[in-house]
Nanobody, 122 residues
Framework: QLQASGGGLVQAGGSLRLSCAASGRAFSTYAMQWFRQAPGEEREFVASINWSGYLTYYAGSVKGRCTISRDNAKNTVYLQIDSLKPEDTAVYYC?????????????????WGQGTLVTVSS
C-alpha cells in the first residue's frame, strides 16, 4: 500500500516536497515512480528512481526542477519540486514497479498511491 502526502497550494516559484510511504518489506526491491494528472489531461510520467536510489529519471518538463530520492530504511520515496509553475498543477501519484524500461518508465506498475493534489497559483 502506498500513501502519498505533501501536496497543497503554493505560489508560482515556490517549492514542495511530496512523500510516498509504503507498507510492506518489499519496498526496497521496487523501482518507485511519480506520475501526475492535470484536470482533463492524461496521466503523465514525472520521475522515477531505481531500487537502490542510484538511477533517477525525469520527464523533460520537470528536469532541473525536480529531485526524486528514497529512504529504504523508512520505506519512503520523495519528490522535491522547485520553481513551481501553474502548469505543475495536478494530482501527483506515486507508483511501485518491479522494473522499468530504459527511460525509467513503467505504465503498469504493481501499486498506485491514492494521489496528492498540488495547486500552483500564478
Amino acid at each position: 500500500q502506498l500513501q502519498a502526502s505533501g501536496g497543497g497550494l503554493v505560489q508560482a516559484g515556490g517549492s514542495l516536497r511530496l512523500s510516498c510511504a509504503a507498507s510492506g518489506r518489499a519496498f526496497s526491491t521496487y523501482a518507485m515512480q511519480w506520475f501526475r494528472q492535470a484536470p482533463g489531461e492524461e496521466r503523465e510520467f514525472v520521475a522515477s528512481i531505481n531500487w537502490s536510489g542510484y538511477l533517477t529519471y525525469y520527464a523533460g518538463s520537470v528536469k532541473g526542477r525536480c529531485t526524486i530520492s528514497r529512504d529504504n530504511a523508512k520505506n519512503t520515496v520523495y519528490l522535491q519540486i522547485d520553481s513551481l509553475k501553474p502548469e505543475d498543477t495536478a494530482v501527483y501519484y506515486c507508483a511501485a514497479a518491479p522494473t522499468t524500461d530504459r527511460t525509467g518508465r513503467n505504465y503498469s506498475p504493481d501499486y498506485w498511491g491514492q494521489g496528492t493534489l498540488v495547486t500552483v497559483s500564478s
